[in-house]
């Protein structure tokens, strides 16, 4: 069986189409990967990229930070260290460095970790899941407010037009104008009860 080896803008290698293996060839083939590098994550997939590296020019292939490297990262003596481990730019590392390690210094620090063990990666598991939860809460926390500010508007209009059917019922009281504006009137009432039980409610997650 013959396959291309593709080598991308970034120097990293990609095989141009998937090659099928054995559960023998399997094991072998990931105990080299990991000889060879580190640190190695396998995930499943059900769907391979239609694009491989090396076939254009130019092909981004960005990718979230795991644990594992984070631990690399951290364990690293220079940054050209974790540059040869990651397989990741030098800038990228820069940043990272900058903005994420310090962060997680301040966690472990306010969480009272021993400072033998901020290296580990069950602490770093723990930090990004705190991290991410937090994330949410405050994504969450945004949407819900924006969400209570439509409805306090909905009400405000809800108000000036109950207000406008009530002086029109009263006005023309016997005529078809202040019947309908009755029931305008009504519907209006009901529907504000409805929007500030929803308020009330968002109100009450928010705190």
């Known amino acids: 069986m ?10 990293n290698i990609d095989f141009s189409y998937p090659i099928e293996m054995s559960e023998p ?74 903005e994420w390690v310090s962060k997680y210094y301040m966690w472990c620090e306010n969480k009272g970790k021993d400072v033998a063990d901020w290296n580990k990666v069950e602490n770093i598991k723990q930090f990004l899941k705190e991290h991410d939860e937090e994330i949410f809460k405050k994504r969450k926390i945004k949407t819900s ?5 439509k409805l306090n508007k909905k009400i405000e209009d ?19 104008i202040g019947k309908a504006a009755q029931i305008n009137l009504k519907e209006a009432e009901n529907k504000k009860k409805e929007i500030e039980s929803e308020r009330d409610k968002l109100k009450k997650e928010l705190g």
């Open 2 to 11: 013959q396959n291309k080896i593709l080598i991308g803008d970034k120097k």
């Open 25 to 98: 060839e399997k094991e072998k083939f990931f105990a080299l990967m990991k000889e060879l590098f580190n640190p190695v994550e396998i995930e499943e997939v059900t769907q391979f990229r239609s694009w491989r590296m090396g076939q254009n020019k130019r092909i981004q292939y960005p990718h979230a930070w795991t644990p594992a490297e984070y631990e690399i990262l951290l364990n690293a003596s220079s940054v050209e260290e974790a540059v040869n481990k990651l397989g990741r730019s030098g800038m990228s590392i820069i940043i990272r460095s900058g």
């Open 145 to 149: 407010a924006n969400q209570l500010k």
């Open 158 to 176: 809800l108000s000036k037009k109950i207000e406008e059917y009530s002086l029109k019922a009263k006005e023309f009281e016997f005529t078809s």
